[in-house]
């Protein structure tokens, strides 16, 4: 059985001034799946989320929700933006 793609997350890079804190993160979410995020505190868990939802632009990397690529552009400074 094929579920259908619905959410693909690749090379997520998100810093702080010099605090990386999300080194190329990726993520394949098919319909019906249920996916959870876990770590210790401050390890970029909201981060992650906030960068998917483009409330944090990541620096680098790709997002595709349901076919979709967000594009992100990068600005005059090297960062992204959408």
């Known amino acids: 059985m094929t579920t259908t793609l619905k959410l693909q997350v690749e090379n997520i890079h998100k810093r702080f001034g010099t605090n990386e ?3 190329g993160v990726s993520l394949t979410a098919h ?3 249920v996916i ?3 770590g210790s ?3 970029g868990k909201s981060t992650f ?4 939802n483009l409330l944090e632009k ?3 990397g ?3 929700v349901a076919g979709e690529e967000l594009l992100l552009t990068a600005g005059a400074n090297g960062e992204l933006h959408a």
């Not at 989320?49 to 998917?52: A, E, N």
């Open 31 to 33: 319909a019906g799946d």
């Open 58 to 60: 990541p620096h680098q």
């Open 41 to 43: 505190s401050g390890s």
């Open 36 to 38: 959870s995020i876990i």
């Open 62 to 64: 790709r997002i595709n």
């Open 21 to 23: 804190v999300l080194k």
């Open 49 to 52: 989320l906030r960068c998917i």
